[in-house]
Antibody, heavy 121, light 107 residues
Framework: QVQLVQSGAEVKKPGASVKVSCKAS????????ITWVRQVPGQGLEWVGW????????NYAQKLQGRVSMTTDTSTSTAYMELRSLRSDDTAVYYC??????????????WGQGTLVTVSS | DIQLAQSPSFLSASVGDRVTFTCRAS??????LAWYQHRPGKAPKLLIY???TLQSGVPSRFSGSGSGTEFTLTISSLQPEDLATYYC?????????FGPGTKVDIK
């Protein structure tokens, strides 16, 4: 069964950086892009960005451009999302999800369990 | 960016009720729409993709319809485990966007 297992909760101070990992298993990692989504407490889902795990191409949400980076380690089938210069409004649960492409349609078919990132002084 | 509006924002219904909620896109997105169920404390779960295709393993009481700018998700007979927030998401163009969600409560 496809699984995405994320790293544990983080507490960071404003201005610091955080790197969340997402380890994939039971499928060929480089065949499917990874999307990151976050949910600020009390709010809805927000798209953070997307990474092609085969060639490293990325696409980030404009509001996070310059602060977010997505990378992979294909030897361990792990995707990473790093967010720098953290602010209190970055406090959120961050999810990774597998992008599926089927007959011309895209969707996110498997999700990680989520990682709570708390930014607090 | 393509904006998605969902209505209602909150819905309270009884077990066995048929419930329908709507997602409207700010411009046409053909059928590039997915629906997710997000239970408290859990990861979102894919229900429907391509506007009307039921994801494998999802109960048949869930169905989706629509194309262009207006879409609906229907639960034919609401169950206690359907307590969740339901989000639509468009994949027609970047940035990918989500609707604000419809929270479903069981009376």
């Amino acid at each position: 069964q496809v699984q995405l297992v994320q790293s544990g909760a983080e507490v960071k101070k404003p201005g610091a950086s955080v790197k969340v990992s997402c380890k994939a298993s039971n499928y060929t990692f480089t065949n499917y892009p990874i999307t990151w989504v976050r949910q600020v407490p009390g709010q809805g889902l927000e798209w953070v960005g997307w990474m092609n795990t085969y060639n490293g191409v990325t696409n980030y949400a404009q509001k996070l451009q310059g602060r977010v980076s997505m990378t992979t380690d294909t030897s361990t089938s792990t995707a990473y999302m790093e967010l720098r210069s953290l602010r209190s409004d970055d406090t959120a649960v961050y999810y990774c999800a597998r992008d599926q492409y089927n007959s011309g349609w895209y969707y996110l078919d498997y999700w990680g369990q989520g990682t709570l990132v708390t930014v607090s002084s | 960016d393509i904006q998605l509006a969902q209505s209602p924002s909150f819905l309270s219904a009884s077990v066995g009720d048929r419930v329908t909620f709507t997602c409207r896109a700010s411009q046409g997105i053909t059928s590039s729409l997915a629906w997710y169920q997000h239970r408290p404390g859990k990861a979102p779960k894919l229900l429907i993709y391509a506007a009307s295709t039921l994801q494998s393993g999802v109960p048949s009481r869930f169905s989706g319809s629509g194309s262009g700018t207006e879409f609906t998700l229907t639960i034919s007979s609401l169950q206690p485990e359907d307590l969740a927030t339901y989000y639509c998401q468009q994949f027609d163009s970047y940035p990918v966007t989500f609707g604000p969600g419809t929270k479903v409560d069981i009376k």
